[in-house]
């Protein structure tokens, strides 16, 4: 298994582009998860989708779309790029939510993105 | 609502001292408790968790956690640090509909040769 894989790695983008940052899963795991990490604040969610088809915001989901076709793949869209969004972004998935709570997440290996 | 606090965003201890790592949480129905480690330029990988079992969890790399409901506080230990020990270490509790987890700010740990 590969887990959870991101791409891309890294990526510099200028104020008002747009881009996709990509994440796949292979465990069938119907919980998936973005976030933002910025130097001493933690992760903070801004989309996750607890099935195909199904999304909902978290904390910060301002600047960003999610969409979620199939179990496997839960791209994550900026569409005008801001200063402000310049972060690493984590991707996760879990078979968490009620029915299993408690399960542990399973992270990507993270994107940097830097908007200048 | 869920929040979780940790206190010290950065702890540096001698190789062979004790490790403590703090943290506090807030939650408004029976909590799920996890310790997550990122080191450098990595993602988060589970270290242990608290499911409702014994409040003493023993997880990876020797580090231990005890639940105490009274204090509301799920601290993490280790006995001994090593220098591969040196990360950021994140607390973290289950959301209220559980499908979800709140992340604490992250302790950086250095340990000192």
């Known amino acids: 298994n590969a887990g959870v894989t991101q791409t891309p790695k890294f990526r510099i983008l200028k104020i008002g582009q747009s881009m996709t940052l990509q994440c796949t899963q292979d465990?069938?795991?119907?919980?998936m998860y973005w976030y933002r990490q910025d130097p001493g604040m933690g992760l903070k969610l801004i989309y996750y989708?607890?099935?195909?088809?199904?999304?909902d915001k978290g904390e910060v989901p301002n600047g960003y779309n999610v969409s979620r076709s199939t179990t496997e793949d839960f791209p994550l869209r900026l569409e005008l790029a801001a200063p402000s969004q310049t972060s690493v972004y984590f991707c996760?998935?879990?078979?968490?939510?009620?029915?299993?709570?408690?399960?542990?997440?399973?992270f990507g290996p993270g994107t940097r993105l830097t908007v200048l | 609502a869920q929040s979780v606090t940790q206190l010290g965003s950065h702890v540096s201890v001698s190789e062979g001292a004790l490790v403590l790592l703090r943290c506090n949480y807030s939650?408004?129905?029976?909590?799920?408790l996890f310790w997550y480690v990122q080191y450098p330029n990595q993602g988060l990988q589970l270290l242990l968790k608290y499911t409702s079992a014994a409040t003493l969890v023993k997880g990876i790399n020797g580090f231990e956690a005890e639940f105490k409901k009274s204090e509301t506080s799920f601290h993490l230990t280790k006995p001994s640090a090593h220098m591969s020990d040196a990360a950021e270490y994140f607390c973290a509790v289950s959301g209220a509909s559980y499908d979800k987890v709140i992340f604490g700010p992250g302790t950086s740990l250095s340990v000192i040769p």
């Open positions: 939650s408004s129905v029976p909590p799920y």
């Open positions: 996760a998935s879990s078979s968490g939510g009620l029915a299993g709570a408690g399960k542990e997440q399973f």
């Open positions: 465990m069938n795991h119907n919980y």
């Open positions: 989708s607890v099935g195909a088809g199904i999304t």
